[in-house]
């Protein structure tokens, strides 16, 4: 499984855009970036997954470079409402394949 | 939008009691999986089910622990001897394989709101 390392924190005042970058060094072909979202006590949220180049949905957008070495996780204006962990995760998406999270990076939005 | 539901939120119990978390995976999904979290820890696996059996499973899946899938819609996970250390929040997930354009098969879990398991 690659290892990811990301910011353990970071804060930011609403309205601004925030970029999460993940380093992912040793990804393998295979392998998909995967972002989730957890508010306290609840389960992690789905946000966004690529493979490469970009993608984007209604949450957010996702930034991988031509090596894939890493990515990185664009939140548009964010609000109060987007405090949260936010996790990189990379691996093979076959089958059901369990999902190694990290510590996360701690976003915090200020008013 | 389908959502994964778990029962009861909230599950307080004796040391050495039996419990059982339930959870209803989105319908069209053949793959669960249960995690948990520690307080203040990260989100741990514990074990995946597809096929009515069990895929994988972590070294924190003991024989304390069970999966079952009793009928076509529940997902349950069994802790026969509840331990102080057991107190956590269980979530369950579940997903279905899909095919993306232009890469491999993708597999997105969805989880569900957890369980908060607390141990006295």
């Known amino acids: 499984l690659a290892k990811t390392t990301q910011p353990i924190s970071m804060d930011s005042y609403e309205g601004q855009e925030v970029n999460i970058t993940c380093s992912h060094n040793?990804?393998?072909?295979?392998?998909?970036i995967t972002w989730y979202q957890q508010f306290p006590s609840q389960g992690p949220r789905f946000i966004i997954q690529?493979?490469?180049t970009k993608v984007t949905n209604e949450v957010a957008s996702l930034f991988i470079p031509a090596d894939r070495k890493s990515s990185t996780l664009s939140l548009p204006r964010v609000s109060l409402s987007d405090t949260a962990v936010y996790y990189c995760?990379?691996?093979?998406?076959?089958?059901?394949?369990?999902?190694?999270f990290g510590k996360g990076t701690r976003l915090s939005v200020i008013a | 939008e389908p959502e994964v539901t778990q029962t009861p939120s909230h599950q307080v119990t004796q040391m050495g009691q039996e419990v059982i978390l339930r959870c209803v995976p989105i319908?069209?999904?053949?793959?669960f999986y249960w995690y948990r979290q520690i307080l203040g820890q990260k989100v741990e696996f514990l074990v995946s089910?597809?096929?009515?059996?069990?895929?994988?499973k972590s070294e924190i899946f003991d024989d304390q622990f069970s999966v079952e899938r009793p009928d076509g819609s529940n997902f349950t996970l069994k802790i026969r001897s509840t331990k102080l250390e057991d107190s956590a929040m269980y979530f369950c997930?579940?997903?279905?394989?899909?095919?993306?354009?232009?890469?491999?098969?993708?597999?997105?879990?969805?989880f569900g709101p957890g369980t908060r398991l607390t141990v006295l």
């Open positions: 040793n990804i393998a072909t295979n392998d998909y």
């Open positions: 690529g493979y490469k």
């Open positions: 995760l990379v691996g093979s998406p076959r089958g059901n394949t369990p999902l190694v």
């Open positions: 089910f597809y096929n009515n059996e069990i895929s994988e």
């Open positions: 997930a579940s997903s279905v394989v899909e095919t993306a354009s232009g890469g491999p098969i993708t597999d997105t879990q969805y």
């Open positions: 319908s069209n999904h053949l793959y």
